[in-house]
């Protein structure tokens, strides 16, 4: 059975940090990624990472505030969050793609977490 575990969220004042941790269990992806949703708005994408390693992506609001990394040896992968704005607050879920699909779509992913909450307070 497939599943995508979140944990790390909580309430941090703005300018501070916060570690996202996704374990994965049934499969090795081909790649694995973040999304968040802001109270009344959509689905967005954050950031995701090629499991081999070859290359990462970010969506340009976070860009060189977030850090994303994996363990093959845990099948994990990590959203290290710096510099956070209240802008950040959502909820955070992880993702999971197969294959090569293209774009780091919400309509694309196979698999979602649960999601985990994130509140910057400012």
């Known amino acids: 059975q497939v599943q995508l575990v979140e944990s790390g969220g909580g309430l941090v004042q703005a300018g501070g940090s916060l570690r996202l941790s996704c374990a994965a269990s049934g499969r090795i992806f081909y790649k694995m990624g973040w999304f968040r949703q802001a109270s009344g708005k959509e689905r967005e994408f954050v950031s995701s990472i090629e499991w081999s390693g070859a290359g990462a992506s970010y969506a340009s609001s976070v860009q060189g505030r977030f850090a994303i990394s994996r363990d093959k040896n845990s099948n994990r992968i990590y959203l290290q969050m710096n510099s956070l704005k209240s802008e950040d607050t959502a909820v955070y879920y992880c993702?999971?793609?197969?294959?090569?699909?293209?774009?780091?779509?919400?309509?694309?992913?196979?698999?979602w977490g649960q999601g985990t909450q994130v509140t910057v307070s400012s």
């Open positions: 993702a999971a793609w197969t294959g090569d699909v293209g774009d780091d779509v919400t309509d694309s992913v196979h698999y």
